[in-house]
């Protein structure tokens, strides 16, 4: 659960970044990147508990 920890910290990171004024394309794409690695997080996270 580490990863998904520093995950979540780095998300937190990503979304106040872009509360700035002008959003910059790179911050919307790493956290496109970012969500979809929450994503398949979770789905392996759901297939070790089934």
Do not use: C, G, H, W
């Not at 394309?25 to 790493?30: G, N, Q, R, S």
């Amino acid at each position: 659960m580490k990863q998904f920890e520093n995950f979540s910290k780095a998300l937190n990171n990503l979304e106040d970044v872009y509360k700035y004024d002008e959003p910059y394309d790179i911050v919307l794409k790493t956290k496109k990147l970012y969500v979809s690695m929450f994503r398949e997080l979770q789905r392996e996270i759901l297939r070790k508990l089934q």
